[in-house]
């Protein structure tokens, strides 16, 4: 089933980036998996935890309410394009991973042509071509059904915890405060990461 976001949804989660791509549709599109399945931030405890720092993640804010400040969004820096949501109060969850066949082959095509838009080497007829295939991706997510652009599991680890204000202490290097749980130490010193990172120097 194509998506059922609402289209004034959708502009806000686009404004909120700052253009339109395809990285963007897949998060409006697990974004509303989450939604389907477990509910919006605002009625429920909801975390989404994103394996990926791309530019679904914008769409996620935008369309569950998940963000970064409140520490219902979090980051696990693994590459993959990948989301995970969780019901706190109910313990339910689900992980969505897209799946290679979303993609319709076109990476074939445009892998080549991306590479030479980085290079600076591509030709006004590539530019071209991979902006008419950017956006025939775009469509082709926002029409596929959710079990067709991800494959979907449920997830019986518990949820991660809830955010926790910590108290902060000062670096004994650089005498900036610094949250505790963030702080090391070393040869009888609190410091924080930087610095520790600077004393600590293999090579």
């Not at 652009?149 to 915890?161: G, K, Q, S, V, Y």
């Amino acid at each position: 089933m194509p998506c059922r976001i609402p289209t004034d949804q959708i502009a806000k989660a686009i404004d909120f980036h700052g253009h339109e791509c395809p990285g963007l549709h897949i998060g409006i599109r697990a974004a509303e998996l989450a939604l389907r399945e477990l509910g919006h931030s605002r009625d429920i405890d909801l975390v989404a935890v994103c394996e990926t720092d791309m530019c679904g993640v914008d769409a996620i804010q935008v369309l569950t309410g998940c963000t970064y400040g409140k520490g219902n969004l979090i980051h696990r820096d693994l590459g993959k394009m990948a989301f995970s949501f969780f019901d706190r109060a109910r313990g339910t969850g689900l992980r969505a991973l897209l799946a290679p066949e979303a993609r319709g082959g076109m990476d074939t095509e445009m892998g080549p042509l991306m590479a030479k838009s980085g290079a600076g080497t591509a030709t006004a007829g590539d530019k071209a071509r991979l902006a008419e295939l950017r956006t025939d991706l775009q469509e082709r997510f926002m029409a596929l059904p959710l079990e067709e652009m991800f494959t979907i599991a449920p997830l019986t680890m518990d949820a991660p915890r809830p955010a926790r204000i910590l108290t902060s202490q000062a670096c004994e290097q650089c005498g900036e405060l610094t949250m505790e749980s963030r702080t090391r130490r070393l040869g009888g010193q609190t410091l924080c990461i930087p610095c520790f990172a600077e004393q600590d120097q293999k090579i």
